[in-house]
């Protein structure tokens, strides 16, 4: 069977005469989303807000290149930045297939070690499959190798690594009904996104002496009209909800290569009344403050779910209510009016010991 054919993108020198790598340090992964990093790639001396918020990380000591990665979260490639103090890419490297080299470093060594002892497990199959045998017993051809204890203590190295949690213990001991893990998490703060909301009401029908009946399109009313409906449109949102959205909300939509993803448990959609208004709100639970730049991040995110994303099919749902008949309520406007406020409550909710995780597998 011919090998594999490999493609990937890569730049190619003409007539190089040789090649003098110094030594690479990572300090951090930036994943750029859109055409942000088309942008990069095709204009690299362009200033980029995320190598000026971390550019005190960028420098060289020695023979040592300290770099921000950039990986397109469309594709599989990256761009290694030091910026030499800079706002653009002064000194880059395009990388080919840079996530791939981001996912093995990231690799525990127990999950090292569990593909060797799988690739081991597929050699010897192989071997066996040449000497004329043709069904296998995955049992008999593993040996001694315990491939629970390491995929446990593979879970248990990626779990410690988590930044939004406080304690990992694995105390593995094979015994049915005892847990393989306790796992505690970090306290979380609430913070709420505000946005503004649009609200369609059925218009009233009005009869005239002739018997004729008018009945409009549906209009909109001041949200300040609409908050006797707060209940109701919380219960209609909640119905809304996806079964896989039960503890995190529309964090599991969330870019699993963010920062703000680990920072951010929680994101869960409702409406409010604030002040003499009725006003959509998402409220999060956060591990750790997020940077501005993170910050920013996260309110695209959550205004591209009120535009694009949930909020678009949440409006098209018909909410009954009693005060106010039949309304659809919708997260977004196209008016300059439409912006996200954010508020952080002062107090840390602490995570009591009996809600610490216990897994058995």
Same mark, same amino acid.
């Given at each position: ?39 990069? +790639?095709?204009?690299?001396?362009? %200033? /980029?807000?995320?190598?000026? =918020?971390? *550019?005190? #990380? !960028? ?74 045998? +043709?069904?296998?017993?995955?049992? %008999? /051809?593993?040996?001694?190798? =315990?491939? *629970?204890? #390491? !995929? ?74 609409? +908050? ?134």
């Amino acid at each position: 069977m011919p090998m594999k054919k490999l493609t990937l993108s890569s730049t190619l020198n003409h007539k190089a005469h040789g090649y003098e790598p110094i030594q690479i340090e990572v300090e951090k992964v930036i994943t750029l989303y859109g055409q942000r990093f088309e942008q990069l +790639k095709k204009h690299p001396l362009d %200033d /980029v807000p995320e190598l000026i =918020d971390n *550019r005190d #990380l !960028m420098y060289i000591e020695g023979n040592t290149a300290h770099c921000v990665l950039f990986l397109d979260y469309n594709g599989n490639d990256g761009i290694l930045v030091e910026a030499e103090g800079c706002g653009y890419a002064r000194k880059s490297q395009f990388i080919p297939n840079a996530r791939a080299i981001v996912e093995q470093n990231d690799l525990t060594p127990a999950e090292q070690q569990l593909h060797r002892e799988l690739k081991e497990v597929a050699d010897k199959i192989a071997e066996l499959a040449h000497a004329g045998d +043709k069904h296998f017993v995955f049992e %008999d /051809v593993l040996g001694n190798t =315990d491939l *629970r204890a #390491l !995929m446990i203590q593979s879970v248990a190295e990626m779990l410690s690594r988590r930044a939004d949690l406080a304690e990992v213990k694995d105390h593995y001991l094979d015994i049915h009904g005892q847990a393989d893990f306790t796992v505690t998490a970090k306290p979380t703060q609430e913070m709420k996104l505000y946005c503004p909301l649009t609200i369609q009401a059925e218009p009233q029908v009005y009869e005239t002496d002739w018997d004729d009946i008018y009945d409009g399109d549906y209009e909109i009313i001041p949200s300040s009209c609409a +908050k006797d409906c707060e209940d109701e449109i919380n219960e209609a949102i909640q119905e809304y909800s996806e079964e896989n959205e039960a503890h995190r909300g529309l964090m599991v939509y969330y870019d699993d290569d963010s920062s703000v993803n680990e920072k951010i448990y929680s994101a869960f959609p409702s409406v409010e009344v604030r002040g003499d208004e009725l006003v959509g709100v998402l409220t999060c639970k956060v591990t750790e403050p997020l940077t501005e730049r993170e910050m920013d991040e996260f309110k695209s995110f959550w205004g591209g779910q009120c535009s694009d994303g949930w909020g678009e099919g949440y409006e098209q749902q018909e909410i009954e209510t009693e005060s106010l008949g039949k309304i659809y309520v919708s997260f977004w406007n196209s008016s300059d009016d439409w912006q996200i406020e954010v508020e952080m409550m002062d107090e840390s909710e602490d995570i009591e010991e009996e809600e610490s995780l216990d897994m058995t597998m």
